[in-house]
């Protein structure tokens, strides 16, 4: 490769992409091991709840309140049936940071159920972490809705209304989730405008805007995966007390029925990669295939993403790759940028990172996938 190329990014490299982190269920489970070991954050207001005798996930050392500061680009108002909820303040563009908070609290999953004690209080150890707070933040926690009245502990209540998965955390074999003072308030849609992300560097959660939001408009993420049927997201999100009344879900006859189907073709779009990207590369090579064949099936898939709303995390990349690369191919400058920048800001919302779009957006006749289609097969076995 010529050393003034740039990489097409390859969507496999994502490293820190957890496919359970936004899509796994943040209630809280049943276990017997033992949790003793509580880590009031070091200079923080969030407390870490770590297994007895692990000290496994490494502490980074931080000023957090100036860092992990939210931006000026929310706030939380009331959103009628729903309760409150938090809404963009000023215009926010697709990957623009909404919010960066230090959680209240982060536990691993699975705590222990203390059968001897009254059930209003089977998890002392949960309330032990809470009462390590400061003041005002333990209020801030004691202070976000329970969807849960039937559960004795009001802790648990509280909890398994709010609490973030943010999956696992290195060193650790335990799922773990957060709750937080702001973050938390944030509602759901089976067709989020927002993601969030745990970032270990801050000890944060990061929310990132997936749409343009305008201002006064809500913000929201999924509490569940967004990609099953109607009947699985409303089943999953039972555990949070409420029917989701969201554009899709409201459906009806066979609209409804084109959803279902879109979905069921966006979940599995996945099993599909490689034999497109083999595709791609034949066709790369084939001048005997017309320039536009290898694009009608992305195409089809982003617009399937449109028309739900959902540029669903584990596949959409593959997509924007593979269009980016065959606009390189036969160098469309405007439609490479054009799915570059759809990457560039989809991977800065999905990981804070954006990972080598930017280059590409700016000077995509600088890959190494530009003219391949008129160079017609000279130089493509030296891709690989
Ligand atoms: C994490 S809290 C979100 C903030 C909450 N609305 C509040 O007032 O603080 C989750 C709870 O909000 C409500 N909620 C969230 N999304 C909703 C939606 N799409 N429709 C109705 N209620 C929703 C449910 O009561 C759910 O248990």
Redesign the pocket.
């Known amino acids: 490769m010529n050393a003034e190329t740039i990489p097409i990014p390859d969507p496999r490299e994502v490293q820190d992409f957890d496919p359970s982190s936004n899509a796994s269920s943040s209630q809280l489970g049943y276990g017997e091991e033992q949790l003793d070991s509580l880590t009031l954050y070091p200079g923080t207001d969030c407390v870490l709840l770590q297994l007895k005798n692990r000290n496994e996930i490494p502490l980074p050392h931080l000023e957090p309140e100036s860092e992990a500061a939210p931006v000026s680009s929310y706030l939380i108002a009331d959103?009628g049936?729903?309760?409150?909820?938090v809404f963009a303040s000023t215009p926010i563009e697709r990957g623009d940071l909404i919010m960066r908070e230090r959680p209240l609290l982060v536990y691993p999953q699975l705590v222990p159920f203390h059968r001897n004690l009254p059930p209003e209080h089977a998890y002392p150890e949960l309330e032990e972490a809470l009462s390590r707070l400061p003041t005002h933040r333990r209020e801030s926690f004691f202070r976000?809705?329970n969807?849960h009245p039937e559960e004795p502990s009001r802790v648990k209540g509280i909890i398994d209304?709010?609490a973030l998965h943010i999956g696992l955390l290195p060193g650790s074999t335990q799922q773990y989730a957060a709750v937080c003072k702001d973050t938390?308030?944030?509602?759901?849609?089976c067709s989020p405008n927002a993601a969030y992300r745990f970032d270990l560097d801050t000890f944060s959660i990061e929310v990132r805007a997936l749409f343009p939001i305008p201002a006064g408009s809500q913000v929201?993420i999924s509490?569940i995966d967004p990609a099953q049927s109607r009947a699985a997201r409303q089943q999953a999100?039972s555990d949070?007390?409420?029917?989701?009344?969201?554009a899709y879900c409201s459906l009806t006859g066979p609209e409804l029925a084109q959803s279902e189907t879109r979905r069921g073709l966006i979940a599995r779009a996945d099993a599909d990669h490689a034999a497109r990207d083999a595709a791609l590369e034949r066709w790369a090579r084939d001048p005997i295939m017309p320039d536009d064949y290898i694009n009608r099936v992305d195409k089809m898939y982003m617009d399937l993403f449109e028309a739900e709303q959902l540029y669903y995390e584990p596949v959409w990349e593959g997509f924007a790759t593979r269009l980016c690369k065959a606009c390189c191919a036969v160098e469309d400058a405007e439609g490479a940028q054009m799915w570059a920048r759809l990457a560039r800001t989809l991977t800065y919302a999905y990981t804070g990172k954006e990972r080598g779009w930017a280059a590409v957006e700016a000077a995509p006749e600088r890959t190494e996938w530009w003219g391949l289609r008129r160079r017609k097969n000279t130089h493509f076995f030296a891709l690989s």
């Open positions: 959103a049936s729903s309760g409150f909820g976000l809705v969807s209304t709010n938390s308030r944030i509602n759901h849609s929201f509490y999100l949070y007390g409420f029917v989701c009344a969201c």
